[in-house]
Every structure is written in C-alpha cells, then in structure tokens.
C-alpha cells in the first residue's frame, strides 16, 4: 500500500501532494513502482493534528481518487468520516482505511472492503502518557471485535492494523511488532504501518545525541527494516511511502520463504 497524502500538514510529506496534479502523478507513480493499492488521505492524524473539516477532506482528497481511478490505480480512501469514505467509494476506491475504527457501516453499504485499525483515544491527545496493562492483548481483542463487527455487517474483505504509534510510546509499538504473530493468529489479514514514523527516528538515532535523531523523510533504513520484519512474521500488507524500495523487500523476504 503506497501513501499519498493531500494534506498541508502529514508528519511524512505534508504539502508536497495538495496540488491535484501532483498527487495523482505521484500515485500513479507508486503503482508503476509495485504498489497494489494507493491510500489517499485528506487529514494528518499525526500526533497533536488537529481535526479538519468534511468539506475540506472531500475537496483535497475526491478529486485525487477520481484521477487516480480514471487511471487504473486500486484506491484506498484514509478518513475517520463517513460522507468522506461514502463519496470516495462512489468515486471509485475499494478499501476504506480507517484508523478510528467506526467506519465498518460504510463499508458494509458500499460493498468496499475495511481496514479496522487501533488507536488509543485521538489524534490531539492519543500520545500523551497512553498506558496499557498488556498492550498486544488490548490491541488484539479490540481489533478482532471491530473485524467481527464489520463481517457480521457483511464486509467480504476486512484487515486488521495494530496502528503503530496511535496512541503508543516506544516500546508498546516494539511490543506490538515483536507478538504480530498474535494479530495474525486471529485469521484477518494483517496491515502494518510504520513507515517514516517517529518510533524509527528514535531507534535509527543516537540516545546520547537528540541532533542525531533522523527527520521523517531520512527513515527509510527504518521503514525497510520493519516492513521485512513484518513480512516475514505473517503481515499480509504493509503501508508505505516508499514503495520501490518496499518492493525490492517483498520480493526478497517471500523469496527466503518459499526457500525454508
Ligand atoms: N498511519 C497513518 C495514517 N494512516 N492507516 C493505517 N491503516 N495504519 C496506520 O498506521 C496509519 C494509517 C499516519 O501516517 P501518514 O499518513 O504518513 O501521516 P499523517 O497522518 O500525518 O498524514
């Protein structure tokens, strides 16, 4: 899953994708490096973000599906509203991708298939001191019950997403990579994204030198290694934004396992 995201304001490239044009181009470019499908948002969820307005989403991010899926490009739509995930199906996206987990009535009225995804309160607040008794637990069990929900509301096609970082420190997110053999157990395909994220400035920096601690778009060791490490312990997707270099992963790590 490559990301565009047609925001002024997303900790991984906010402002480079607002211009219509340009954010199709880029998709359409991440498809032609590998990606299967290209998630297109309107609003950062970045910690601290503040919330944006239905009609401003709908007006950065519809037009861009629209391009996208007038060129051939499998379209995931990343909101927590309904009218926006509604118009974006309409429009041509397939998979509604959605970190607030609720959306699951939307898919089941348009036939597009869910990303339930975990996160710990919201956006403005989920990173200050979140807390957990057993993180991988907490994390698993809500999400097989949103997955559950969304099957028995009839969604065919349903992923669940630890949501690396939502409402998570540092080490609840290495917890939660390190026992992803638990989400997988539960029989719904898994979605992991951590591309670009802050957990990796802080594991690719130097805890003696904060001026060391990379910016989001010189992560990409981290990103590569996490998306392997998620491959090969049973991830079915991952989402990222740098996509040919993912690819070269994907081919290498299923290649090892077709060998063992
Ligand atoms: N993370 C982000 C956005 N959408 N969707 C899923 N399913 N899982 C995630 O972990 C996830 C997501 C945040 O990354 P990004 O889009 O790069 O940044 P921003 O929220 O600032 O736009």
Redesign the pocket.
């Given at each position: 899953?490559g990301?565009v995201?047609v925001?002024p304001?997303?900790?991984?490239?906010?402002g480079r994708y607002l211009d219509r044009a340009a954010a199709v181009a880029h998709g359409v470019e991440l498809a032609a490096q590998g990606a299967d499908i290209v998630?297109v948002?309107g609003?950062?969820?970045?910690p601290g973000?503040d919330p944006v307005p239905a009609a401003d989403e709908l007006s950065r991010v519809l037009p861009v599906v629209e391009g996208l899926v007038a060129a051939g490009v499998k379209v995931s739509i990343?909101t927590r509203k309904a009218e926006v995930a509604e118009a974006a199906v309409v429009a041509g996206a397939s998979l509604v991708?959605?970190?607030s987990a609720t959306l699951a009535p939307v898919a089941a009225a348009t036939g597009a298939g869910f990303?339930a995804?975990h996160m710990l309160g919201d956006?403005r607040t989920m990173q200050r001191e979140p807390h957990y008794d057993d993180v991988v637990a907490e994390v698993r069990d809500f999400l097989v019950g949103k997955a559950e929900e969304a099957r028995a509301l009839g969604v065919d096609e349903v992923?669940i997403?630890?949501?690396?970082?939502?409402g998570k420190r540092l080490d609840h997110n290495l917890d939660l990579l390190a026992n992803l053999d638990e989400l997988v157990a539960t029989g719904f395909p898994v979605?992991?994204?951590?591309?670009?994220?802050s957990s990796l400035g802080t594991l690719l920096g130097r805890a003696d030198r904060v001026d060391r601690v990379p910016p989001?778009h010189d992560r990409l060791e981290g990103s590569l290694a996490t998306a392997a490490w998620a491959l090969w312990r049973g991830a079915a997707m991952v989402?990222v934004?740098e996509v040919a270099e993912t690819v070269r992963v994907v081919q290498a790590v299923r290649s090892i396992e077709a060998a063992a």
């Open positions: 899953m990301v995201n925001t304001d997303s900790f991984s490239d906010g998630d948002g609003e950062s969820t970045r973000a990343d991708n959605d970190v990303v995804m956006p992923w997403d630890p949501g690396i970082g939502f979605l992991v994204a951590t591309s670009r994220k989001a989402r934004h």
